[in-house]
């Protein structure tokens, strides 16, 4: 009988292609697909802030490769923002994937007092989370990774600083800095970007 490897980000670089590696995910912010979230490996539980980088956007489709950041967090992180309001618990969907009820309610509630120390404990749960360590592009949540690839300490800590410098809420995608050191993220990974004038009808 021949067993299946088990799917685990501790060999991320070799899985692109394969199925989704991640068991849960909690998205924080969503535009035509998460931009920013929790993500839990289905092999080692290990937990990762994941947060939008690049995207290769052509279309108003949500068909375009998004690239995002992967940084470690400690073990318990999703359990904690899954559970950080009690009375709103996240709504569940596909692929293991969890929503913050935010979007569904009014303004005038997400102003309020109790919510804004409900965004400042998920601010708090996150910033516990350590330096990126890989670079990894997907289309959509619970399809196949399209690549992925492991970040040097230079680059890691560049993206660190470039993502701390963008005031929120960042604009989509994130602007990329006017400097000699500024990384085609896309290209990074190996992939083709489309150029603008080749966008197929």
Not at 181 to 192: P, T
């Amino acid at each position: 009988m021949i067993t299946q490897p088990v799917l685990c980000c501790k060999h991320l670089s070799s899985r692109s292609g394969s199925d989704w590696l991640f068991r849960r995910a909690l998205v924080l912010n969503w535009y035509d697909g998460p931009t920013s979230g929790v993500v839990e490996c289905r092999g080692c539980l290990a937990e990762y802030h994941f947060e939008l980088i690049d995207w290769d956007l052509h279309w108003e489709d949500a068909d375009d490769t998004r690239v995002f950041s992967l940084s470690p967090l400690p073990p318990g992180s999703l359990n904690a923002l899954l559970t950080i309001s009690p009375k709103d618990r996240p709504l569940q969907g596909e692929n293991g994937m969890f929503f913050l009820p935010g979007w569904r309610l009014p303004i005038e509630t997400l102003q309020s007092k109790a919510y804004q120390r409900v965004y400042q404990r998920i601010d708090e749960i996150l910033a516990q989370g350590g330096n990126p360590e890989w670079v990894v592009a997907w289309t959509h949540p619970g399809e196949p990774l399209l690549a992925a690839r492991k970040l040097d300490a230079g680059d890691s800590l560049y993206i660190k600083e470039w993502l701390s410098s963008i005031p929120k809420p960042r604009p989509l995608p994130p602007p990329q800095p006017d400097s000699p050191k500024a990384r085609d993220w896309v290209v990074f990974l190996g992939l083709e970007r489309l150029p603008r004038g080749e966008e197929e009808e």
